[in-house]
């Protein structure tokens, strides 16, 4: 830690994991097992990658080559972007999977039902199976409401939207668990969504009137 507090702030690489925010041996069709694994080497690794990146950026010198800064800046782009998806899916985990709260009528708002939108969410979902990827339903300000987006991997995301419901398609997330099949995750991930902590977001940055 020594060696890089002579850093600025944003190359010093301080960035620490967060604890599962549920207990992992309660969750319905994803096993503590898988979601310890998730957590312990996916996400945790994104930090101490994302960690890593930044030291060695303020490491460099000033005359280092574009294409060694372009490189660092895309991993620190892709390391950063996982950290974050990963803390959001996490998060809107350990619920009863019941819709309720705020978000509902901002998802009719758009979609004209409930139904109507978890079928796009879910086909957005299979869409991504065996391969990689995220499903976000944001909150579009451009579109003054909610939208879900399809990202291929940690470099995807909506310019200026926010995340309100993150889950992840990563085979890492389900595979010790429903090996190739996607569609068996993905009901197991509806089982545990915590609309609670989805609706809180959407209060928290919906725009106001």
Do not use: C
């Not at 969750?27 to 945790?44: A, F, K, P, Q, V």
């Not at 030291?55 to 490189?71: E, F, I």
């Not at 985990?93 to 079928?119: F, H, M, P, Q, S």
């Not at 890492?172 to 509806?190: E, P, Q």
Request: overall charge neutral.
């Amino acid at each position: 830690m020594a060696e890089t507090n002579h850093l600025p702030p944003a190359y010093r690489g301080q960035h620490q994991p967060k604890p599962l925010p549920f207990d992992a041996a309660k969750l319905r069709g994803l096993s503590e097992r898988l979601l310890r694994s998730h957590h312990e080497n996916n996400y945790t690794g994104a930090v101490k990658r994302l960690n890593l990146i930044q030291q060695q950026l303020g490491r460099l010198p000033g005359d280092a080559p574009p294409y060694q800064v372009g490189s660092l800046k895309r991993e620190e782009l892709i390391a950063r972007n996982s950290m974050v998806l990963h803390e959001l899916y996490f998060a809107n985990l350990g619920g009863d999977g019941k819709a309720a709260g705020a978000i509902v009528a901002l998802i009719e708002a758009r979609y004209g039902t409930l139904e109507t939108w978890e079928r796009d969410f879910r086909q957005t979902g299979l869409s991504l199976g065996g391969g990689s990827g995220w499903v976000v339903l944001a909150l579009d300000p451009h579109l003054q409401g909610v939208h879900n987006y399809w990202g291929w991997d940690h470099a995807h995301s909506l310019a200026w939207g926010t995340p309100l419901l993150v889950m992840d398609m990563y085979e890492h997330s389900y595979a010790l668990d429903h090996g190739a099949n996607a569609r068996a995750y993905i009901d197991a991930f509806f089982a545990n969504v915590a609309w609670d902590e989805v609706s809180r977001r959407a209060e928290q940055t919906r725009p106001k009137r």
